[in-house]
């Protein structure tokens, strides 16, 4: 329940009628800052609540561009630029047809907190477009991202925002939006992250989200005690983040059991076998249930939502936002879930993380969890500022290392603010210290 931020809650929801996600996002949030609000109210007096939830700059565009039936298609594209207090402004781009001002708003006011918990120097923002890339040509994708490009690119760059991809958003469109902000712009520099390895990509960017979901989990069971080896697990969705989540919890002795896809989902009692589905989901770009084909004593079912049903010691949901809702969070609670972290974003709806709080699961969101991704990209600026290139074990090292520092801090915050074990208050207190006092330095800007 809100309090001493209640009018902050009051007025974000006049300005932005009808964007239940951003609202959805901004009020939890403000739900764990109630006790920051009295402990430190210097971020009152210097209102620092009611400028966090307001984004610097909001970017919406016409992206027209032609198919390969010679006709004029157009898409409208997005970029908030919402916080850079801490540094440009980072965070990803989603090509989906669901997305719209509400969706990344949300994605971008989570992005803030996100990159500030890596300890790396990165603000938030987040962008996309309702372009659906499912069943076009490489060559309608690329016209696309050039179009998208031929705009974006006078509203970023290395030292002001620096975009990376989503979902909808791999090395394929990244590598097209690169080659046209620098055809445009005649500069070769980090712009992008996610970038192909031959020009300026980091090792180990495409695990990272999925094994920096898996680095924190780990950390997570042992500080009580338990750790992934002999668990059962279920991850939902089947792309970047859930794959290389399945890869990394099955090398740490779980057995994944089950992925979906927006369609529906897979289960295969003897563990997942990930060559089929990299074949299927990155070569292929094909559907999920064709892994039944492959190995036929898996299963198939209709209905992403269903995958919950499937008892599991540990859930990692890697879809999408509210994908888990309530009666899905009583379904886990029952058949004895011990764990939940998530590596898409805002993938539990309220009521699904009050049911997962309430019995006492373990859960981390997805700020915290899944920020290994926004890290690494954070490490591929790094390496393009010093023009060099770090081996895969280092990235990698150092990304277990940033995940274990997260947990940590997730944790002692939650401590120092009388919450023990609530790591949604730990990750949004901590995240919000570190960018509440930039912006304290920084004055009324
Ligand atoms: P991908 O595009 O690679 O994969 C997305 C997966 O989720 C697909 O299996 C897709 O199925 C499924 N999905 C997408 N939309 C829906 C929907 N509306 N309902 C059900 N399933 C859906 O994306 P990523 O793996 O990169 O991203 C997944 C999540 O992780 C997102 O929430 C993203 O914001 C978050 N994330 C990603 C990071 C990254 O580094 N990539 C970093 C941090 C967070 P289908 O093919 O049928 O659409």
Not at 60 to 78: A, L
Not at 231 to 255: F, L, P, W
Not at 274 to 298: F, G, H, N, Q, S
Not at 313 to 336: F, I, R, S, W
């Amino acid at each position: 329940m809100l309090n001493k931020l209640q009018y902050v809650m009051d007025m974000v929801e006049k300005r932005n009628p009808n964007e239940p996600e951003f609202l959805q996002a901004v009020e939890e949030v403000l739900e764990s800052l109630e006790v920051v609000a009295t402990k430190n109210p210097e971020f009152l007096d210097a209102g620092i609540f009611e400028r966090i939830v307001e984004p610097e700059r909001q970017i919406f565009f016409r992206v027209p561009w032609v198919d390969d039936n010679g006709k004029v298609q157009v898409n409208r594209g997005f970029r908030i630029q919402f916080n850079s207090a801490i540094g440009p402004y980072k965070g990803g781009l989603r090509f989906h047809p669901s997305v719209n001002a509400s969706i990344i708003k949300f994605l971008g006011f989570e992005q803030i907190f996100k990159n500030a918990l890596t300890t790396l120097p990165m603000g938030g923002g987040k962008g996309g477009c309702d372009f659906d890339p499912k069943g076009k040509s490489d060559a309608e994708v690329m016209r696309f991202c050039q179009s998208f490009m031929s705009e974006l690119n006078r509203h970023i760059g290395q030292f002001t925002d620096v975009p990376a991809g989503d979902i909808g958003v791999g090395a394929r469109e990244i590598g097209f939006m690169y080659g046209q902000y620098k055809k445009i712009r005649n500069e070769s520099v980090g712009v992008l992250t996610g970038k192909g390895l031959q020009y300026g990509g980091s090792l180990a960017r495409t695990e990272a989200t999925g094994y920096g979901l898996c680095y924190l989990t780990e950390a997570m069971l042992n500080d009580h005690g338990s750790s992934f080896a002999g668990k059962t697990v279920v991850v939902s969705g089947s792309g970047n983040v859930a794959i290389y989540a399945t890869q990394k919890a099955t090398e740490m002795g779980a057995k994944v059991v089950a992925l979906s896809d927006s369609a529906g989902y897979i289960y295969d009692e003897n563990g997942i076998n990930l060559d089929v589905v990299k074949d299927i989901k990155e070569v292929r770009r094909a559907r999920i249930k064709e892994y039944v084909d492959a190995v036929p004593t898996a299963t198939y079912t209709e209905g992403c939502a269903g995958i919950w049903n499937i008892p599991c010691d540990v859930a990692m949901p890697c879809a999408t936002q509210n994908e888990l809702n309530e009666e899905a969070a009583k379904t886990l609670v029952k058949n004895g879930v011990k764990a939940i972290t998530e590596g898409a974003n805002m993938p539990c709806t309220p009521e699904a993380v009050s049911i997962i709080q309430a019995n006492n699961v373990l859960y981390v969101p997805g700020k915290a969890s899944n920020a290994g991704g926004v890290a690494v990209s954070g490490l591929e600026m790094s390496q393009n500022s010093l023009r060099l290139s770090w081996t895969f074990e280092d990235v990698d090292a150092r990304l277990k290392a940033i995940m274990e520092e997260i947990y940590a801090n997730i944790s002692t915050t939650a401590k120092e603010y009388g919450l023990e074990g609530d790591y949604v208050a730990g990750a949004n207190i901590a995240g919000f210290l570190k960018v509440a006092r930039a912006m304290l330095a920084q004055g009324v800007i």
